[in-house]
């Protein structure tokens, strides 16, 4: 495990070097949630995203995993499992570019634009530590909160309107939104 306070934050994966911007890996996330690629283009093309000479690359199942890996900036996917429940999806790159930029400027005066480079896992750091008061954080928490738990009618109202004006697009295929409906009567 590395520890970003002591060790130098990884820009290769078993001596093949990276693409470690934060730019790669928000590009790689949204590719991965693009529907018009098969999971063979995905990997092709995560692939290409990820190492500046793909041609080295010869094990292909390996260089993913090295890639999830990197993504996930170190953490072991088993330990991951053990502590987190699959989460509703509370931002986007895409939908949330501008509030991403305001927010890092904000409370950063980081210009996501401009930077030169920024290594993703110093960049999923700060994502992660934005505080409150920001107005991307607030999007969030209205985007995660459970509506069921409010007792207040109103408030409950209020908080409903909020999820709908700042929700994200449903980014499910035809066919997830049809076994989504399917399983709410099993």
């Known amino acids: 495990m590395i520890n970003m306070l002591i060790?130098?934050?990884?820009?290769?994966?078993?001596?093949?070097?990276?693409?470690?911007d934060f730019r790669t890996s928000i590009l790689f996330e949204l590719l991965m949630q693009d529907n018009e690629f098969n999971n063979e283009e995905k990997v092709v093309q995560a692939i290409e995203l990820y190492y500046p000479k793909p041609e080295k690359i010869l094990d292909f199942e390996r260089a993913i995993d090295n890639i999830?890996?990197?993504?996930?900036?170190g953490e072991n996917l088993e330990e991951r499992k053990k502590y987190k429940k699959k989460e509703k999806q509370i931002y986007n790159y895409e939908f949330d570019d501008k509030y991403i930029f305001s927010a890092f400027m904000e409370q950063y005066n980081i210009n996501l634009n401009k930077i030169e480079y920024l290594h993703w896992w110093e960049f999923?750091?700060?994502?992660?530590?934005?505080?409150?008061?920001?107005?991307?954080?607030?999007?969030?928490?209205?985007?995660?909160?459970?509506?069921?738990?409010?007792?207040d009618s109103k408030v409950r109202k209020r908080y409903k309107k909020l999820q709908e004006?700042?929700?994200?697009?449903?980014m499910r295929t035809e066919e997830e939104k049809e076994n989504d409906f399917a399983n709410q009567f099993l």
């Open 165 to 170: 004006l700042y929700a994200l697009p449903d």
């Open 68 to 73: 999830l890996w990197f993504y996930r900036c």
């Open 124 to 151: 999923k750091a700060l994502f992660n530590s934005l505080n409150e008061e920001v107005l991307f954080s607030k999007i969030m928490s209205y985007r995660a909160m459970d509506l069921s738990k409010i007792k």
């Open 7 to 20: 060790d130098e934050l990884p820009k290769e994966i078993n001596g093949i070097e990276i693409n470690s």
